[in-house]
């Protein structure tokens, strides 16, 4: 069995879209695009999900064999804790364009509401007591080449390119991963980090652009909605 949190916006091709996925147990499962709720699901939310030791994978399904996506991923991000409507939009709004001026202000840090541009201040919403708690792990997809996907959270949970296609392309931010739909896939090794999502709270993000509509598709996941684990596909499910 399984919970399904299903999106509203047909996603269309050659445009890039903001997804997010939030995970409360027992309370909901709340899908996100643009910054917006997109849809949600309240009825049959588990008090966690399975917890999988599979490693994490973006462009494909569980082993990256199936269910492959075709287009480009970037800025993926993963929180241990479900991010409010209002960081939601925080982190929308930072990726939808250039930043200009401070990046937020410290009303959760020391010191109070003071416009900052420090990092530890680039995940507060503005006013807000919303925690500022960054992501666990972050890939930006900058490398341009090689096969390395790098975690610049400072936790370690690097990523291997594989496939026979490019895998790299100009991004929404900087670089992005291009997946050919066929068999590239990231793989990243289960971890501390990423094996204590389950326990709790979790929330999901990541930039993608659809260069072609090849159903189904898997996004990014640990392990299987139909074995152990969780995935974001092109039913937004979990």
């Given at each position: 069995a399984m919970a399904t949190a299903s999106g509203s916006?047909?996603?269309?091709?050659?445009k890039w879209y903001h997804v997010m996925g939030a995970y409360n147990p027992m309370t909901s499962l709340t899908v996100y695009v643009n910054g917006r709720q997109d849809g949600q699901t309240t009825s049959g939310i588990y008090s966690s999900t399975e917890n999988s030791t599979a490693n994490f994978v973006v462009g494909s399904e569980n082993t990256g064999a199936t269910n492959?996506?075709?287009?480009l991923i970037d800025e993926v991000k993963v929180?241990?804790?479900?991010?409010?409507?209002?960081?939601?939009?925080?982190?929308?709004?930072?990726?939808?364009?250039?930043?200009w001026g401070s990046l937020s202000d410290t009303s959760q840090l020391?010191?109070?509401?003071?416009?900052?541009?420090?990092a530890s201040a680039a995940y507060c919403v503005p006013g807000s007591s919303d925690p500022c708690a960054p992501p666990v792990a972050e890939w930006d997809f900058e490398e341009g080449?090689?096969?390395?996907?790098?975690?610049?959270?400072?936790?370690?949970?690097?990523?291997?390119?594989?496939?026979?296609?490019?895998?790299?392309?100009?991004?929404?931010?900087?670089?992005a991963g291009k997946f050919?739909?066929?068999?590239?896939f990231v793989t990243v090794a289960n971890s501390t980090t990423l094996q204590d999502l389950p326990n709790g709270n979790f929330s999901v993000e990541?930039?993608?652009?659809?260069?072609l509509h090849n159903h189904p598709a898997s996004y990014l996941g640990k392990g299987s909605i139909y074995?152990?684990?969780?995935?974001?596909?092109?039913?937004?499910?979990?």
């Open positions: 916006t047909t996603l269309l091709t050659n492959n996506f075709q287009g929180y241990d804790y479900a991010l409010t409507s209002d960081e939601v939009l925080t982190e929308y709004n930072h990726g939808s364009a250039q930043v020391t010191g109070g509401s003071v416009a900052s541009n420090s080449s090689g096969t390395t996907v790098n975690d610049s959270s400072g936790n370690n949970n690097t990523g291997t390119f594989y496939g026979t296609g490019t895998h790299w392309a100009p991004g929404k931010q900087g670089g050919n739909g066929s068999n590239d990541y930039w993608q652009d659809l260069l074995d152990l684990g969780w995935e974001v596909n092109d039913d937004w499910n979990i």
